[in-house]
């Protein structure tokens, strides 16, 4: 499979602590996205760093970028009951497609 | 701002009949997935278009499947005739330029939840 890995499955906080997930991807990329899906719904594009970036920051988002190790995590801080969704990282390569991960479950405790 | 455009959101329908689902891009995008998302398997490249050329579809399952993209602003996945192992969530999604490694997002609509009893 040509698929990422994110880890963990799932993550279960309280409100207002910090959130991390991780990424793997096996091909060589030109950017990593992360997105976010709520029950029901589509996905929604939160951030997206480049091969030649390491580190990128959005409100509360952070993500950073190891092409060495081929992973990329996710910080979410201060996390709130609203962000409880799926989180998926998909890795763009030169062929124009994404190829997704099959994403953690957040799940933040009020 | 209208984002994508999913019809049906469901849809029931009994093995062997035909289904047809349709999606609506953001206008002004070039570039239109089609995916499909199980428990079991993830999110799953179907097929993407590029100026409403289809570019890459080797995620097609089999011949049952067929997309089309009459122009840049419909696009419809077909699978006839359908089975049970096709239930899903099927989603389309929208993108500037040539897709995740031309450094734009994509937009996804809500899908269409799809049971084949």
Known sequence: SQQG??????LSIQEGENATMNCSYKTSINNLQWY??????????????????????????????????????????????ADTASYFCASGGSQGNLIFGKGTKLSVKP | DAGVIQSPRHEVTEMGQE????????????????????MMR??????????????DDSGMPEDRFSAKMPNASFSTLKIQ????????????????????????????????RLSIL
């Open chain 1, 36 to 81: 976010r899906q709520n029950s029901g719904r589509g996905l929604v594009h939160l951030i997206l760093i480049r091969s030649n970036e390491r580190e990128k920051h959005s409100g509360r988002l952070r993500v950073t970028l190891d092409t060495s190790k081929k992973s990329s995590s996710l910080l979410i801080t201060a996390s709130r009951a």
């Open chain 2, 81 to 112: 005739p359908s089975e049970p192992r096709d239930s899903a969530v099927y989603f389309c999604a929208s993108s500037l330029g040539q897709g995740g490694g031309s450094n734009q997002p994509q937009h996804f609509g809500d899908g269409t």
């Open chain 2, 42 to 55: 993830g999110l799953e490249l179907l097929i993407y278009f590029n100026n409403n050329v289809p570019i």
């Open chain 2, 19 to 38: 289904v047809t689902l349709r999606c609506k891009p953001i206008s002004g995008h070039n570039s239109l997935f089609w995916y499909r998302q199980t």
């Open chain 1, 5 to 10: 890995e994110e880890d963990p499955q799932a």
